[in-house]
């Protein structure tokens, strides 16, 4: 079992940044390869980072190319994502996510086992 708890969400105008937070129980946190997802009201769950197990290999969802970083601090059990030149449209409630890298497929590149419960983000305009 892994348990992900998410933190650094809030509010923040247009163009700002924020930095989220995942930490993660347990001693398997490198075993995983970690991502990020999101869901704005009316809106479905989408992928927006993920990252593998040693941190080599890093994914972005075309929106968020450029002004998102994904990294991790294995000796932290932590995964962050640097969000920059935040826009409106990336107002959504982030979550954490622990699974396993898929190198290919039309998904996203990772399968999830592990859920966190979510931090807010809200950029105003």
């Known amino acids: 079992q892994v348990q992900l708890v998410e933190s650094g969400g809030g509010l923040v105008q247009a163009g700002g940044s924020l930095r989220l937070s995942c930490a993660a129980s347990g001693r398997t946190f490198s075993t995983y390869a970690m991502g990020w997802f999101r869901q704005a009201p009316g809106k479905e769950r989408e992928f927006v980072a993920a990252?593998?197990?040693?941190?080599?290999?890093?994914y972005y969802a075309d929106s968020v190319k450029g002004r998102f970083t994904i990294s991790r601090d294995n000796a932290k059990n932590t995964v962050y994502l640097q969000m920059n030149s935040l826009k409106p449209e990336d107002t959504a409630v982030y979550y954490c996510?622990?699974?396993?890298?898929?190198?290919?497929?039309?998904?996203?590149?990772?399968?999830?086992?592990?859920w966190g419960k979510g931090t807010l983000v809200t950029v105003s305009s």
């Open positions: 990252i593998s197990r040693s941190g080599g290999n890093t």
């Open positions: 996510a622990a699974g396993f890298e898929v190198v290919a497929g039309i998904g996203p590149p990772l399968s999830v086992a592990y």
